[in-house]
Nanobody
């Protein structure tokens, strides 16, 4: 069974920092893109940042210059360093990765359980 386990959410004041982690485990042959999404109350889930297996990154415009996505392939882990946090960053953050798994080498998307990030003004 393939799992994505997140950690690192919490509550901070505006201007503060948090670091999210998401570790993939299970019968994984290879991992392609890894990314972070967020969903605020009453809003659609949106892509915050993504990193390819080669290390190329892409960010939501509103987080550029404040958030940094990285990955440790040896640990099958993706990180999101969030600096200069704003109240509008408040949301549940989800990691997602695309992986080839199992003896049949099936490719699919896997989601974490979500972690709450709350930024107060």
């Amino acid at each position: 069974q393939v799992r994505a386990v997140e950690s690192g959410g919490g509550s901070v004041q505006a201007g503060g920092s948090l670091r999210l982690s998401c570790a993939a485990s299970g019968s994984i042959f290879s991992i392609d893109n890894m990314g972070w999404y967020r969903q605020a109350p009453g809003k659609q889930r949106e892509l915050v940042a993504v990193i390819t297996s080669g290390g190329n990154t892409n960010y939501l415009d509103s987080v550029k210059g404040r958030f940094t996505i990285s990955r440790d392939n040896a640990k099958s882990t993706v990180y999101l360093q969030m600096n200069s946090l704003k109240p509008e960053d408040t949301a549940v953050y989800y990691c997602k990765f695309t992986a080839t798994t199992g003896a049949l080498r099936r490719r699919g998307d896997y989601w974490g359980q979500g972690t709450q990030v709350t930024v107060s003004s």
